[in-house]
């Protein structure tokens, strides 16, 4: 495994899109007279393997997923370069296998090392983001990252050739909106008033909308640019954070956790394994179904039941021991409110002395006790996405992650 600060080389036998001279932009050079449609018929063969890959936050909760589901499931992957503002012990272990994996510690916001990083890729997976409904991060960081950390990628890959973009948005670019209305079982076309206030909200809308506009701008070469958008809703599974900080309250409370949210309010969930495959998925079929998929959004979506938060958290809870107290909220909504502004109001009164960022504020509420669910098969009919992983396949697996007590994901 290559170690970089901030930059990308030694790409072995893989060839960037810059010196290929092929009409389509495609990684045809080093296979002589094929021509971009035949490599797909090579796909399993070690000489296809001429792509390089680039994973913006590849050593996040889903990134991590992402880095390692293409090298399971790319078989046309000749380097994979995995940049974060911080590199994971684990990635080290990738090192044995056919494919380059080149670790890249670097910043989205620094468009000089998001340029390095890019140059001689074909696809950019661009999944980096500050992830902060908790008040941890100022306003203008959380722009900066999310916003200006993607108007860097955006350049990055027009500065340097690269055609293949995918977005990692968020169901928080449509909702919840201010107003708390649900969003029940809907797709990609339902109407809704998207309106935030909220800085990672606003924030991961205002990306999505730059990497779509991106969609059709020349890159290098003359060649456009695709790109699409996913949109996650809430994503669980091995490395999810807060999973395992509310398994930990639950130990602290005797196993017990108290119903916060009424069990009709609907949160959607999606195993990050199946978030990943779409990923793969996506990036793969931009190249084939550019004037289908360019400049689309995609609900991401599996089999996971329709629950509210906390009664899908039990799915998981539940086997590990914990029980969550009440058939019905144990304080009622206004008392919570009026505990969640107070959260906000000790965070704000504290802040020159400590940083104090419970999960319970006015924001995380209104988004855990209102409706927000999707129902699609846009992902299927654009570009044949099916879960990689069942339903029980993806809790069985997040179960055996709980019950591990470490913070791997494997
Ligand atoms: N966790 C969830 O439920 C959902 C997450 N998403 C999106 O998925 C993406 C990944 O989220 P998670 O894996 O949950 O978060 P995460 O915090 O685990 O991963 C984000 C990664 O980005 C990296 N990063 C942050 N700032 C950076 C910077 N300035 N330069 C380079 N790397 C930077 C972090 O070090 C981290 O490894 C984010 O874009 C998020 O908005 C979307 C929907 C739901
Ligand atoms: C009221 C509490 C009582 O138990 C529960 C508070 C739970 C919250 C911390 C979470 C409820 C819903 C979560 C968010 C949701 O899944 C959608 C998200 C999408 C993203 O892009 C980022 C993460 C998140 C905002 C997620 C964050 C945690 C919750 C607010």
């Given at each position: 495994m290559g170690q970089e600060g901030g930059g990308a080389s030694g790409r072995g036998l893989c060839h960037g899109p810059a010196g290929l001279g092929d009409e389509d932009g495609l990684p045809v050079a080093s296979l002589g007279v094929l021509g971009p449609w035949q490599q797909q018929?090579?796909?399993?063969?070690?000489?296809?393997?001429?792509?390089?890959?680039?994973?913006?936050?590849g050593c996040g909760f889903l990134g991590e997923h992402v880095v390692r589901m293409l090298l399971q499931q790319e078989p046309r992957l000749c380097e994979l370069r995995v940049f974060d503002l911080h590199l994971g012990p684990w990635l080290e272990e990738l090192e044995t296998g056919p494919v380059q994996v080149t670790a890249i510690q670097g910043d989205?916001?620094?468009?000089?090392?998001?340029?390095?990083?890019?140059?001689?890729?074909?696809?950019?997976?661009?999944?980096?983001?500050?992830?902060?409904?908790?008040?941890?991060a100022s306003p203008e960081t959380i722009h900066e990252v999310n916003v200006q950390g993607t108007q860097n990628v955006i350049e990055a890959c027009v500065q340097n050739g690269t055609r293949f973009l995918v977005y990692t948005s968020s169901m928080e670019v449509v909702g919840p909106n201010i107003k708390g209305q649900p969003f029940y079982r809907g797709n990609e076309n339902t109407p809704y008033e998207a309106a935030h206030r909220h800085p990672y909200p606003r924030s991961k809308a205002l990306a999505e909308r730059l990497v779509l506009e991106a969609n059709g701008r020349k890159v290098r070469g003359g060649l456009p640019l695709v790109t699409c958008a996913l949109r996650p809703t809430g994503i669980y599974g091995e490395g999810h954070q807060i999973m395992k900080d509310f398994y930990h309250q639950g130990l602290r409370l005797g196993g017990r956790l108290l119903r916060a949210i009424p069990a009709s309010v609907e949160h959607g969930r999606v195993y990050v394994g199946n978030v990943a495959w779409m990923h793969v998925l996506v990036a793969r079929e931009l190249e084939h179904r550019a004037p289908l998929m360019g400049g689309q959004v995609y609900f991401c979506y599996d089999n996971s039941?329709?629950?509210?938060?906390?009664?899908?958290?039990?799915?998981?809870?539940?086997?590990?021991?914990?029980?969550?107290?009440?058939?019905?909220?144990?304080?009622?909504?206004?008392?919570?409110?009026?505990?969640?502004?107070?959260?906000?109001?000790?965070q704000w009164l504290l802040r020159p002395l400590l940083l104090y960022a419970p999960l319970l504020n006015p924001y995380t509420l209104a988004v855990a006790n209102t409706t927000f669910t999707v129902s699609t098969d846009k992902a299927l009919r654009h570009f044949g996405y099916e879960p990689l992983f069942s339903w029980e396949e993806s809790r069985a697996r997040t179960i055996r992650w709980v019950q591990a007590g470490e913070d791997s994901t494997q």
């Open positions: 018929g090579m796909a399993d063969s070690a000489q296809a393997q001429k792509l390089v890959y680039l994973v913006t936050g989205v916001t620094q468009a000089h090392e998001v340029a390095a990083a890019v140059a001689g890729a074909h696809v950019v997976i661009h999944t980096a983001g500050l992830v902060d409904v908790f008040g941890r039941p329709y629950k509210s938060y906390e009664d899908f958290n039990m799915e998981f809870l539940g086997p590990c021991g914990l029980r969550l107290v009440g058939s019905r909220p144990l304080l009622p909504y206004w008392l919570l409110l009026f505990l969640a502004t107070l959260n906000a109001l000790l």
